[in-house]
């Protein structure tokens, strides 16, 4: 049997007499690129990959040596789809190390509303554009909205009201530029954040449309324990931009011990780190983590949609993330509400931070997942060491265990839908790819 | 009249470029020019009650680097390669203009033109070939555009 890399692209299976390939080499609707690859001997399933080939990127080399002012603006660039929570992370990592706190009033309302512009857009996309026709049984957003437009006009409706909110805090829809150790450059007036009243409004109805309309989908009825990770916000909100990493295993942490407890390692097929609980192993982050560990601090009106689509305290089933996302969509698009509601332009934009040799952490919730960075640097400020953990390297053993799942009990599934159902399987936790490749350690092996 | 690409990717500036030129040549009245660096599900509202669009964008296909090509987008869809998404990251410009076909909202007159490109990595400055391409590109795309706003 050859090596999938040596394989023409697209979805396809192999019959030999015992042994059955399934795998992807080119896998649509995630964010970079990645493959799977799933071998069969008879009825066992050998050998589970998600490979991501997607070149490393090097993001942590590149900062060494750059200003602890530059990283927020740096590691935006790791990703297109969520370059806020890179800034996030960033920018309480390096206030961490200079021991500057921003955890109220106007600095930190604007950071969760542009964070909630990141979720908008992000949960958006992947709701309508990418996961939606897995259900549906399209190849993909186009050939779904031949059928069906208003699903899709939905989706971009919610995804440009995101987009609004990321223009006026960001300075622009992607990549935002307002961003800063300290926090912003520019602060928006109540008035230009009153703009956005209108757009979010309308988002939210969609959201709540959407949470009903994704609780009746077609689900594989599947189960799937594993340890869940996500902040916990330490006062009342949902978590975003802050708090102790908690899991359902008692896991229970400051940021700062995230090295203590997750170790990251290199594997043969994959460009991008595998992370495990030292004590336990697998561990899953997202949305599905969030709520499990957070459902009670979610809004009123998401609480309520989320008990009206049939969501218990725990949602197990990856196939019902779509849902959940859907839950974080009304989420996020009522908080933005309520933070412009309470708004008033604070007195300067940002905190004087003034660097000192230390170590600074930081984690925020990206769309996705636990985001974590880590930073030392210099009395002048220069960035000595950086470490970033993206969510992605963090799901990616939870992701190869929902795929031997699914061929386990999808076995006598012919090989094209085996192979979509698998692909389906990796879709339900959004990996962000480009993200997860930016590692530092590279192994060549020349025999 | 709208242009895409990355300023910071050398030849992907070239359709911003390439605006950036015919602006001068246009009435602003009647074309409205637009440099657009984000993501393409927004051009379906970038086009909004556009009579017709020309869009210009940065390619890479088997071509030599400069060579220009067009397409008429209007009744079917733009090749693939090389004008679908260059990565699976959400939508490209072929998506998005099926996209908005699908859903009733591609303008009457769709001309994409692209030019071919050598250098994509990280970086200011268009490539020699797509530099000299620049004039030919400029004055066969101010032309069409004047016409159609005739």
């Known amino acids: 049997m050859s090596d999938a890399s040596e394989m023409p692209t697209g979805p396809h299976g192999e019959q030999g007499l015992r042994t059955r390939v399934i795998r992807t080499d080119y896998l649509a609707r995630v964010e970079g690129e990645g493959a799977m690859y799933v071998k069969l001997d008879g009825r066992d399933v050998v050998e589970v990959k998600l490979r991501i080939y997607e070149p490393p990127r090097f993001f942590e080399a590149l900062l060494r040596g750059r200003a602890f002012t530059e990283a927020p603006d740096i590691t935006a660039r790791i990703c297109g789809i969520c370059p806020v929570a890179y800034q996030m992370s960033a920018v309480r990592a390096m206030e961490d190390a200079c021991d500057v706190v921003i955890d109220e009033g106007p600095l930190r309302d604007l950071r969760r509303l542009i964070y909630c512009g990141e979720w908008i857009e992000s949960h958006s996309l992947h709701v309508y554009m990418l996961h939606a026709p897995d259900f549906l049984g399209y190849a993909g957003a186009v050939e779904m909205a031949r059928d069906h437009g208003e699903i899709v006009e939905q989706g971009l409706q919610m995804k440009k009201a995101g987009n609004a909110l990321m223009a006026l805090v960001g300075g622009r829809e992607v990549h935002p530029i307002n961003v800063r150790v300290g926090g912003f450059y520019r602060a928006p ?4 954040l009153r703009t956005l009243v209108d757009p979010l409004e309308r988002a939210r109805e969609t959201a709540l449309a959407t949470v009903r309309w994704v609780a009746e989908l077609d ?93 218990g305290p725990v949602c197990e089933n990856p196939f019902q993330s779509i849902v959940v996302r859907s839950v974080e969509l009304v989420q996020a698009c009522d908080e933005a509400l309520a933070i412009i509601e309470r708004y008033e332009q604070p007195d300067a ?67 094209e839908k085996l192979s979509l159902r698998c692909e389906q399987a990796i879709r339900n936790h959004d990996p962000c790819i480009s993200c997860a490749t930016h590692f530092l350690k590279l192994t060549v092996d020349r025999g | 009249m709208i242009g895409v690409g990355n300023a910071l990717r050398h030849d992907d500036a070239a359709g911003l470029e390439v605006v950036r030129r015919v602006r001068e040549l246009v009435d602003p009245e009647r074309v409205a020019v637009i440099e657009h660096v984000g993501e393409q599900s927004a051009l379906l509202d970038i086009w909004e009650g556009a009579a017709a669009v ?89 032309h069409e555009v004047r016409s159609m706003a005739a």
């Not at chain 1, 007036?189 to 230009?192: C, D, R």
């Not at chain 1, 942490?253 to 192993?281: K, M, Y």
């Not at chain 2, 390619?59 to 990565?87: C, F, K, N, Y």
Request: aromatic share 4%.
């Open chain 1, 189 to 192: 007036t109540g008035a230009e």
């Open chain 2, 54 to 142: 020309v869009l210009v964008d940065a390619i890479r296909s088997d071509a030599s680097a400069g060579t220009i090509h067009r397409v008429d987008a209007s009744e079917r869809p733009l090749p693939a390669p090389p004008w679908g998404s260059s990565s699976t990251h959400a939508i490209g410009v072929a998506e998005a203009i099926e996209l908005a076909r699908a859903l009733g909202r591609l303008p009457a007159q769709v001309i994409v033109y692209g030019v071919e490109g050598v250098r994509f990595d990280a970086g200011i400055g268009l490539s020699k070939e797509v530099g000299d391409a620049m004039g030919v590109l400029t004055d066969t795309v101010s």
């Open chain 1, 349 to 415: 934009p940002a905190v004087q931070v003034t660097p000192r040799r230390a170590v600074g952490h930081g984690a925020t919730e990206a769309p996705r997942g636990l985001l974590y960075h880590r930073y030392e640097i210099d009395d002048d400020g220069a960035i000595l060491d950086a470490r970033i953990v993206p969510p992605t390297s963090q799901n990616q053993l939870a992701i190869e265990e929902d795929l031997r799942a699914v061929v386990e009990d999808a076995l006598d599934l012919p090989d």
């Open chain 1, 219 to 311: 689900f594989p009825d599947v189960r799937r324990a594993r340890e869940l990770v996500a902040l916990r916000d330490p006062g009342e909100d949902y978590p975003i931009d802050r708090g102790a990493i908690v899991s359902d295993a008692g896991l229970d942490i400051a940021p700062a011990q995230f090295d203590e407890h997750v170790v990251e390692e290199h594997v043969e097929h994959s460009n991008a780190l595998h992370a495990r609980i030292r004590e336990r192993g697998t561990y899953l982050t997202g949305p599905l983590a969030r709520y499990a560990l957070s459902c009670a601090q979610l809004r009123p009106l998401a609480a309520e949609a989320a008990r009206a689509a049939g969501l």
